[in-house]
């Protein structure tokens, strides 16, 4: 059997905070013995409050005026505590008080909404990922400033067509540090990362309907190019002047004899170097993407690029295998390397 709570409200003057005669009048709310207290924002003369009564005395117009207020102020607790009963919610005198004050109905904006999300994933999702939350971020303020004149909006606002809208501002926009538009497949990254922090909302229940139900991303397939062995000598074979170049193609044919990618490689240190029990040399690592544990044998060629680093001043401060260098310049190096040895193919 259901258990009955025990409800009461009471009207109450704090006579020990008396200031020109007056003090503050208060709605005090009791379910199962525990109250809580809501301050009404009046005043009245301690000399015309009825304690018994829970009431001001007399029948002057001040008077009449705060008895009728704290009448409908009970009508409304009344009415509040009768709401979370029939939607069968907690009854407490915390929750009967927020629900007066409308406290229960928060509303959550979008940007809250995405600090929300970077705040709760920074420790468990990778810097560089993270780094990508805070660009969706940045363009859909730029959105919301540019296209929709505010600062932000309400989740409970979203619909099709904001995200539709979002979509096509993506796709003309030109960045900053761009010289062309945003290509099919990062403008579906933007809007992929947009629809898992709305999804979270929606499994939180700040939102009472997933706004992307009819949404069909539309990414584009990229097949990529494999290097001919050839291809690959040259650029092995190509010796460069300018030290950048030549670290950049010692990491690009390290990567191609070892399976890492450029975050993998970047984060690699001598303790990842380790002797196997068939007596060769190995890299044991985790990758950064899924985490998993990975064991490559170490080749005569990268382990030979590993040599050839050993000691050298760029890495003194970075315990690493190798200098540490950005991902953007690196591919933008690479462009170059590729045109210095012939090959005609896009490398990265």
């Known amino acids: 059997m259901k258990s009955q709570n025990t409800f009461a409200i009471l009207f109450w003057v704090s006579s020990t ?21 809501i301050s009404l924002k ?19 117009q001040e008077s009449r005026l705060l008895n009728r207020y704290l009448d ?27 629900r007066f004050l409308g406290e229960d109905d928060q509303e ?16 468990t999702l990778s810097y560089s990922t993270l780094k990508n939350y805070f660009t969706t971020q940045k363009y859909i303020r730029l959105f919301l400033l540019e296209k929709r004149k505010k600062d ?17 501002f993506l796709r ?11 290509g099919n497949n990062t403008v579906m990254k933007h809007i992929q990362r947009l629809r898992k922090m709305v999804t979270l909302a929606y499994k939180m229940e700040w939102i009472d309907k997933d706004p992307f139900i009819r949404f069909k ?25 300018i030290e950048r170049l030549q670290i950049v193609k010692d990491l690009f044919i390290f990567s191609c004899y070892t399976g890492l990618s450029y975050i ?41 690029i590993i040599n050839r680093y050993k000691g050298h001043i760029k890495i003194k401060s970075s315990a690493t295998l190798f200098p540490i260098i950005s991902n953007q310049k690196l591919n933008s190096y690479l462009k170059e390397i590729a045109d210095l040895s012939g090959v005609k193919r896009t490398i990265s």
Request: glycine share 4%; no cysteine.
């Open 217 to 241: 991303p539309n990414y584009i397939r990229n097949d990529r190019e494999f290097l001919r062995e050839d291809e690959l000598l040259a650029i092995e074979e190509k010796q460069f002047t």
């Open 152 to 168: 932000d909006i309400y989740i409970s606002k979203l619909t099709y067509r904001f995200i539709v809208d979002f979509e096509k």
């Open 72 to 98: 409908q102020v009970q009508s409304r607790i009344y009415e509040s505590y009768e709401q979370l009963r029939a939607e069968n919610e907690l009854i407490s005198a915390q929750t009967i008080k927020a």
């Open 42 to 60: 009046r005043k009245v003369a301690l000399s015309e409050w009825n304690s018994s009564k829970g009431r001001a005395r007399g029948t002057k």
């Open 172 to 182: 003309s926009h030109v960045p900053d540090d761009h010289q062309k538009p945003m």
């Open 264 to 304: 993998d490689v970047m984060q690699l240190s001598e303790e990842n170097v380790q002797l196997g029990i068939d007596g060769n040399l190995w890299i044991i690592t985790n990758r950064q993407k899924t985490d998993k544990k990975v064991r490559i044998p170490l080749l005569k060629k990268a382990e030979d």
């Open 108 to 123: 959550y904006s979008l940007l809250t909404l995405v600090d929300y999300h970077n705040t709760q994933m920074s420790e």
């Open 17 to 37: 905070r008396i200031k020109n005669g007056q003090v503050s009048v208060y709605a005090r709310i009791t379910v199962n013995g525990k109250r809580i207290n």
